[in-house]
C-alpha cells in the first residue's frame, strides 16, 4: 500500500526517505513529485544515507533536470520501484550534473510515492532460487541475459569481509563501468542481510545506445558504487529467490 502521509518536505532543496519502520517491510520508491518556486533550474540527486552527503559526491542515479519556475514535475523510479534499504535515500538539489554541489537556497516542494509491501505477501512456493548460503563467491547470475525477463523477488547475502560491501544488480552477464545499476544494497561489516523487491519483484532493464536490451540478472559484490567495479574477495554468500 502507498505510505500515508506520503515523506515530503515544502520550500527546501532536500528531502530525507527512510525504509518502513515494520519489522518486513519492503519499501518501494516509485515515484518523486517536485513543484519549484525556484528561479534556478537545478539537478535532482539521489543518495544512498540519511543525510546530504559532501559535495563531490556522484549520485546513484542518472540525475533529473528541474527547470526554473516549474510545477508538476513527475519522475518515475525505474519499471518495479527503487527499493529503498535500511540505509534510507536522501533527494538534493544541485547546482552540477554529474557530482553533488547541493544548492541550500533552492524552494522545492519535493514529494516521495512509497510503496511498503508486506514480504509475506511476496513469496510463493513456486518461486525459483539461485545460489546458497554456503558457498562463498563475489557474485550470482540470478539468470543470464537469454533467459530473462524473470522478477527477482529475495535477496540473502552473507558479507563476508569485516568492511562495507555493496550488492549492486545489473541486467548484463558481465558489468562493466557502462553498466547500469538496476538496484544495489548497503552491507556491513560481516552483515547477514535479507532484502525483499516487493510484490512485483525487480526485473532488471538496460537498452544500450544502439537499441540493444539486456534483461539479465547479476548480482556482483562491490567495495563502492562505481559501476562494474567487483570486489576481489570471494567470500561471500548469495542466494536469490525469483520468479
Known amino acids: 500500500m502507498l505510505r500515508t502521509p506520503p515523506p515530503i518536505a515544502l520550500g527546501t532543496y532536500f528531502l530525507i526517505v527512510t525504509s518502513s519502520p515494520a519489522e518486513k517491510?519492503?519499501?518501494?520508491?516509485?515515484?518523486?513529485?517536485?513543484n519549484s518556486?525556484?528561479?534556478q533550474a537545478r539537478w535532482l540527486h539521489i543518495f544512498s544515507g540519511i543525510a546530504i552527503p559532501a559535495n563531490g559526491?556522484?549520485?546513484?542515479?542518472?540525475?533529473?533536470?528541474?527547470?526554473?519556475?516549474?510545477?508538476?514535475?513527475?519522475?518515475?523510479?525505474?519499471?518495479?520501484?527503487?527499493?529503498?534499504?535500511?540505509?534510507?535515500?536522501?533527494?538534493?538539489?544541485?547546482?552540477?550534473?554529474?557530482?553533488?554541489?547541493?544548492?541550500?537556497?533552492?524552494?522545492?516542494?519535493?514529494t516521495a510515492l512509497v510503496e511498503d509491501w508486506d514480504t509475506a505477501t511476496s513469496l510463493n512456493p513456486g518461486d525459483s532460487t539461485a545460489g546458497d548460503l554456503t558457498n562463498g563467491v563475489g557474485s550470482l547470475t540470478v539468470w543470464n541475459d537469454a533467459s530473462g525477463p524473470k522478477r527477482l523477488k529475495?535477496?540473502?547475502?552473507?558479507?563476508?569481509?569485516?568492511?562495507?560491501?555493496?550488492?549492486?544488480?545489473?541486467?548484463?552477464n558481465t558489468p562493466d563501468s557502462g553498466s547500469k545499476m538496476a538496484s544495489w544494497m548497503k552491507?556491513?561489516?560481516?552483515?547477514?542481510?535479507?532484502?525483499?523487491?516487493?510484490?512485483?519483484?525487480?526485473?532488471p532493464l538496460q537498452e544500450d545506445a544502439d537499441g540493444t536490451l539486456?534483461?539479465?540478472?547479476?548480482?556482483?559484490?562491490?567495495?563502492?558504487?562505481?559501476?562494474?567495479?567487483?570486489?576481489s574477495e570471494t567470500t561471500h554468500k548469495i542466494r536469490a529467490t525469483y520468479e
Do not use: M
Not at 76 to 87: C, E, V
Not at 154 to 172: F, H, K
Open 57 to 110: 559526491t556522484a549520485p546513484i542515479l542518472t540525475p533529473h533536470h528541474i527547470a526554473a519556475s516549474t510545477n508538476n514535475i513527475v519522475i518515475d523510479l525505474t519499471a518495479h520501484g527503487l527499493p529503498i534499504n535500511p540505509n534510507g535515500l536522501v533527494i538534493v538539489a544541485s547546482t552540477d550534473r554529474d557530482t553533488l554541489t547541493k544548492d541550500t537556497s533552492a524552494t522545492w516542494d519535493i
Open 214 to 231: 539486456h534483461d539479465a540478472c547479476v548480482v556482483v559484490i562491490q567495495p563502492n558504487l562505481t559501476q562494474g567495479t567487483a570486489a
Open 25 to 34: 517491510g519492503a519499501p518501494l520508491l516509485f515515484q518523486i513529485r517536485v
Open 187 to 203: 552491507l556491513t561489516s560481516a552483515q547477514k542481510a535479507d532484502f525483499f523487491f516487493g510484490r512485483g519483484g525487480l526485473s
Open 37 to 39: 518556486t525556484y528561479a
Open 154 to 172: 529475495r535477496l540473502q547475502i552473507i558479507n563476508g569481509e569485516s568492511a562495507v560491501r555493496y550488492a549492486c544488480v545489473y541486467a548484463e
